[in-house]
């Protein structure tokens, strides 16, 4: 594709909860390990730039397995709301990732510091989204065990498309990311800042400003959109494991996007071509992005991102002309 | 007690891992965020002032929970090392005090924001405490259950005192703050930072800078009065659940210390006055502090922190006349 567009300065940057952790349940530490080595290099490119880089990032198998692992002590260990799980979370991933890529920028000469602040973001308690939730977390379970689950955890479980049963919960959209002015503080002053990890903590604002938390998980690529408009930044780029946004994905008419207009995106949108869930969610939040002033944003592969970057894979979403 | 100084603003406040979390394993989650208020409220009076305020704390009993939650489930779920789950502590712990203390600074009209930066902290690889690990963690097991984790979960088991046997993990010096001055940053901004939760993510610092996390627990006063030193704060304030230090503890001799110069203290030491791990570990902080060059430790009821800092509660260390 033609690069017709100059670097920007300012980004943020979506990474997936799989860029840490693996998904099956026997995954090692040292296999975390190597996975945040892994995302580290792939980011590594990105963060040896003189700019403000934030990143998010999902936290699906991490607090997937802290859940499985409360259902499993309910008896001896009293389990922990959704919202601390989350917290829990935040600090886990981060600091794998904030260690991996500070190495990866030691080893390559370089002095730039990494540091994850932890994230509070505000969603309202009357979204929608709590009426249905919607997000499944954890491993696929069976009928028998989806109803002890909903009996012990008071879990609510969903039946998925004949895999077996999930936990669903609330994904309600984001609406205010706590202490954001901090996070910009600190990426002006030239640290790669980890911050809305997992989505962010997800609290509901009451009187007087006093926040409590809230049993849902937020999705991660849509606080990344909200961050990026609230601080004007106009660059956001979600890393995922394809290279392309596809259309007729899966068929003999698939077709790779590389270049796409909001309009054109929208299109595709109601054509149906996004299934709800992982593509659908970026989808979602590239448009709302865009929708509030957004200049760009990029899809592709974690490993391609320095080429995304430069323009040169991935597919770029920017609005109509 | 007579009152002597001027009121600090700038200080470091240590509080236990008890300030967010019930002792026992049966604490639910509401317990949990009944202390966080309750601990809001005696740290309130502090945050309320106009001065620098950084706030480390303990993780005992969270990631106590973390670890026999993993050893109940790692025949299912790979267990993470003890590095990644003091990170989980911190993001739990420091989420609850940070919106505790922030609803509570509402409540009172008060805009003042709080915020949390994840904290690696390194260790010596050397360090003594690798070799004769003596910090406990978590629950009491009998002997046949210590056997099985040694063999399953590779934990060393100690007895204790004949109460039954404790798993125990290295508990190395602190060396160096990671982003230290982030911390420090973000606490002259005027928001109150917690940082260095549970004594900090233990790593060790090899070639080129790269880090790499090890199975430790370090002491949270040792990581409270290290940074005191290293930013120049001159007072430390360590609130705990008892009014004062004291000599002939538990005795009909008992005396509780007021003002104590550091000799005094030191030789109070040198007789056994203070028994190894909670306040002896507290003493041992104070004693490195006020040797580097801080003015003030404050041990204290975390109740009385109000009166500890006007000087009129606690027990108060100063260097020598």
Redesign the interface.
Known sequence: MTNDFDIPDRIIVAIGGNATHPED?????RE?KDIAEHTAQALLPLALRDNELIITHGNGPVVG??L???A??SD??????L???V??????I???L??AL??AL??AGNPR?A????T?VEVDPDDPAFQNPTKPIGEFYSEEEAQRLARDMGWQMKEDSGRGWRHVVPSPTPLHVC?IS?VE??AK?G?VIFAGGGGG?P?VRGP??????VEAVIDKDLTSAHMANVLGIETLMILTAVPNVAINFGTPEQRLLHRVTVSELRRYQDEGHFAAGSMGSKIEATLRFLDRGGKRVIIAHLDQAAEALAGTAGTHVVPDA
Chains 1, 2 share one sequence.
């Open positions: 349940i026997e995954g090692t530490s975390q397995k802290i499985m692992r409360q499993l002590t001896t260990i009293a389990p922990m709301p919202d601390i799980c917290a829990h979370s935040q600090g886990g981060a600091y794998l904030v260690q500070e190495n030691r080893e510091h540091a994850c602040l932890l509070q202490d901090l503080d600190l002053r640290s903590i609290v007087n400003g006093v926040r409590n938390g």
